[in-house]
């Protein structure tokens, strides 16, 4: 399982940084259209072909990882660090701030995440430049998704608490600041590193739904959701399977984060 | 007991009420909440446009007595007109509500039961289903609910409602049988089942006595949770099956920006998730052992 996981990890970096280097092994760029060679089949030229605008696939597809690749993960990091400045608070202090708290986080959790998620993006402008649409999309998913992380994490920091050395360095006279920072962090690393290894396929799926339902990153900026989105015109995907390669790759994508840590299945 | 129920339907409520009210605060806050249609309109002249922003802003009355307003209107089945759909939201929800009751309690029920009935063969020393089963879980678990609902479309021969059953069911289906298979398979390496076999019991009453209902409570447990899911999984299933239901109103509205129906449509999902995770809760405290 060990090797396994290490395969996955030099997977995903493999895949991460052909994102980055998409500039180089994809020259044509994301949004140039060469109108003379519309949904061109896969050459030498195109390896992934073009679409019907005569964008070169395999260049979204490298920039839509890239996008994906990089925001999930940054959106990921501001989900755990919100959920563990609210849980960590919620189980160490106690009290009405573990109640109010934790009343917050159930009416995160009480609405279904797509419509949690469909109803705060209708709240903000729609008709946004691509790059706003890209910020306003991770940046959602991320102040959004802090509830799960959050509840794991307060019940983590309460079962600390209450541990032997918690309370034997409380009776040595170890201030909440020490104990805090010396004693229950280090102790919680583990949980919040899984928590934030969760949080990125969630998102990745979340943010594929939202382009799938046009309300995610905008054209012509590539992203995973609204590449998926191209595999609607069932038609051409049938006649043409190379189309199929943005699933393919969010497959493998997936299948990797599931084996570097597995799914909280029911998390979203 | 009395008093916990009564304790957690309270704060389901409360949950709901508090939604309510952000979700109001949060629409009052938008931007472009409260431009009248009439204001791009060229026949209106510049006095008719000041005199129709001040008839909008003397209707308005502050975010919670609009709020308090909208709850005494909604206690009378009253949920306004539907700015997008020139419609009452009432008679909207009305008419989508039981497409989506009836996909996703078919859903519900198909990858409860397929989930189940896998995890039952998996636990009972079945590795070919055990591998077969968990693969396609993990498979499935890959993809969002969005690209399945496509894959319906490949599959053609279903009607739209009947497509989004399945593609819930599919959604509903790896969560239950992963969940399901790591408890069962807790369950079925225990030392009184193993007795159990030893002495022979039969495969029914091995399975209903000493599986089954001792898994049950925490089983239940997640019950409200699936709904939650099932019901999330509605909107883009709804949209790209083409079934007529909630989820594909609250894309609508979302795409119409008719942000006050949306949130009448977000507040009853989670009404309907917050009273089946107390359903499951009963049901659970009623099953549980003593």
Redesign the interface.
């Known amino acids: 399982m060990k090797s396994l996981r290490r395969a996955a990890m030099a997977l995903l970096a493999g895949i991460y940084l052909s994102a980055l280097l998409a500039g180089w092994l994809a020259p044509a760029g994301y949004a140039r259209q060469l109108r003379e060679s519309p949904a061109a089949k896969p050459s030498a030229h195109f390896w992934l072909g073009t679409d019907e605008l005569g964008r070169d696939s395999l260049a979204r597809l490298l920039y839509g990882s890239r996008v994906s690749l990089s925001l999930a993960p940054a959106a990921a990091a501001l989900a755990t660090l919100l959920g563990a400045a609210a849980g960590i608070s919620a189980g160490y202090w106690g009290g009405w701030i573990d109640t109010s708290l934790a009343r917050v986080m159930d009416l995160f959790l009480s609405v279904p995440w797509l419509f949690f998620l469909l109803s705060v993006r209708a709240v903000l402008p729609l008709n946004v430049r691509p790059l706003e649409s890209v910020g306003i999309t991770f940046l959602l998913l991320g102040l959004l998704g802090w509830a799960g992380p959050a509840r794991v994490l307060r019940s983590a920091a309460r079962e600390i608490a209450g541990e032997d050395f918690m309370i034997q360095a409380r009776a040595r006279g170890c201030g909440r600041l020490r104990l805090l920072t010396h004693h229950l962090l280090p102790n919680l690393a583990p949980v919040l590193a899984v928590q934030f290894w969760m949080s990125i396929p969630i998102f990745i799926l979340s943010e594929a739904n939202l382009g799938f339902l046009g309300l995610g990153v905008a054209e012509p900026l590539p992203s995973w959701g609204n590449l998926l989105a191209g595999l609607q015109n069932l038609d051409v995907v049938m006649g043409c399977p190379w189309r199929l390669a943005p699933l393919v790759l969010l497959l493998v994508v997936m299948a990797c984060f599931h084996l570097i840590v597995p799914m909280e299945d029911f998390s979203k | 007991m009395r008093a916990r129920l009564i304790h957690s339907f309270t704060?389901?409520i409360l949950?709901?009420l508090?939604?309510g009210f952000?979700?109001a605060t949060?629409?009052r806050h938008?931007?472009?909440f409260g431009v009248d249609e009439r204001e791009f309109d060229a026949r209106y002249s510049q006095d008719s446009i000041r005199r129709i922003r001040q008839e909008a802003k003397a209707s308005e009355h502050g975010v919670l007595a609009d709020y308090l307003r909208f709850l005494s209107r909604a206690s009378t089945g009253d949920l306004g007109i539907s700015a997008g759909f020139r419609r009452p939201v009432a008679a909207l929800i009305a008419e989508r509500f039981p497409a989506t009751l009836a996909s996703a309690g078919a859903g519900l029920g198909l990858g409860w039961v397929l989930g189940m009935l896998l995890a039952l063969a998996a636990a009972l020393s079945r590795p070919a289903i055990d591998v077969c089963a968990g693969a396609l879980a993990?498979?499935l678990?890959?993809?969002?609910?969005?690209?399945l609902a496509?894959s319906m479309?490949?599959a053609g021969r279903l009607d739209g409602n009947q497509a989004a059953a399945a593609v819930i069911a599919l959604v509903i289906f790896?969560?239950v049988f992963?969940?399901a298979r790591a408890i069962l398979g807790r369950v079925a390496n225990a030392p009184h089942v193993l007795m159990a076999r030893a002495r022979g019991v039969g495969t029914r009453r091995l399975v209903w006595a000493h599986l089954v209902r001792p898994c049950a409570p925490a089983m239940l447990a997640?019950l409200g949770?699936?709904v939650?899911?099932a019901?999330?999984?509605a909107?883009?299933v709804e949209?790209?099956c083409d079934s007529p239901g909630l989820g594909q109103l609250?894309?609508q509205?979302?795409?119409k920006?008719d942000?006050p129906l949306?949130?009448d449509?977000?507040l009853l999902?989670?009404l309907v998730?917050?009273v089946s995770g107390l359903a499951a809760e009963i049901v659970r405290s009623a099953t549980a052992p003593s």
């Open positions: 704060t389901v949950t709901v508090l939604g952000i979700a949060l629409v938008s931007p472009g993990a498979f678990l890959c993809l969002p609910s969005s690209v496509l479309g490949l790896p969560r992963r969940y997640l949770v699936s939650s899911v019901f999330g999984a909107i883009p949209v790209l609250a894309w509205a979302a795409l920006r942000l949306l949130v449509i977000t999902v989670s998730a917050g």
